[in-house]
């Protein structure tokens, strides 16, 4: 069982490039999200999905846009990269109809935005 | 909204002596509570969680967290700390509608030998 996979580790952009980190899980999870980690700020909700078609913004979505067309997948894309992108991006999964249930991470993608 | 209140940005114990690790939170209603660890490089890892019932609740790797409803706290404790524990917890908040878990800045944990 994989669990929850993110690629790439790490990506290297220039300003005003776009990109798209990927994020699949494969425990039929509903409930999908995006996370940045920055130093001493902790992890920091970008966007997230409660199931297929269905995506909400978190505490830091501008910049960013996630669309969610299976269960399984959940991308997040940087339309027009800026430094202040930089950070390390984990995705994370669980089921949903509760907040108690319990998230599963990724490994998490570092990008560096020059 | 929820938020997460971590005070210590970093602490420092000796291999064998107790830790405790503070949080504290603001949520409207009952909250459901959680500690995660991150070793570095990696993803985290569920510690424990509170949803109800006792308020002591038990974890991996030897780890306690009590919910104190009157302190909106929900400290991590450790009686005996070893050289592997060193590492960043997270202290986290999910609403009841399921749809977002707020994480506090982090403590990293250093281990002195």
């Known amino acids: 069982n994989a669990g929850v996979t993110q690629t790439p580790k790490f990506q290297v952009l220039k300003t005003g490039q776009s990109m798209t980190l990927q994020c699949a899980q494969d425990m039929n999870h509903e409930y999908m999200s995006w996370y940045r980690q920055d130093p001493g700020m902790g992890l920091r909700l970008i966007h997230y999905?409660?199931?297929?078609?269905?995506?909400d913004q978190g505490e830091v979505p501008n910049g960013y846009n996630v669309s969610r067309s299976t269960t399984e997948d959940f991308p997040l894309r940087l339309l027009s990269a800026a430094p202040s992108q930089t950070s390390v991006y984990f995705c994370a999964s669980r089921r949903t109809g509760s907040g108690a249930n319990v998230l599963t991470f990724g490994a998490g993608s570092r990008l560096t935005v020059l | 909204a929820q938020s997460v209140t971590q005070p210590d940005i970093h602490i420092t114990v000796s291999e064998g002596a107790s830790l405790e690790l503070r949080c504290n939170y603001s949520y409207g209603a009952t909250p459901y509570l959680f500690w995660y660890v991150q070793s570095p490089g990696q993803g985290l890892q569920l510690l424990l969680k509170?949803?109800?019932?006792?308020?002591l609740v038990q974890g991996i790797k030897g780890f306690e967290a009590e919910f104190k409803r009157s302190q909106s706290s929900f400290n991590l404790r450790k009686p005996s700390v070893h050289w592997s524990d060193a590492a960043e917890y997270f202290c986290?908040?999910?609403?009841?509608?399921?749809?977002?878990?707020?994480f506090g800045a982090g403590t990293r944990l250093f281990v002195k030998a």
């Open positions: 999905s409660v199931g297929a078609g269905i995506t």
């Open positions: 509170y949803f109800s019932g006792d308020t």
């Open positions: 986290a908040v999910g609403d009841t509608g399921g749809f977002k878990t707020i």
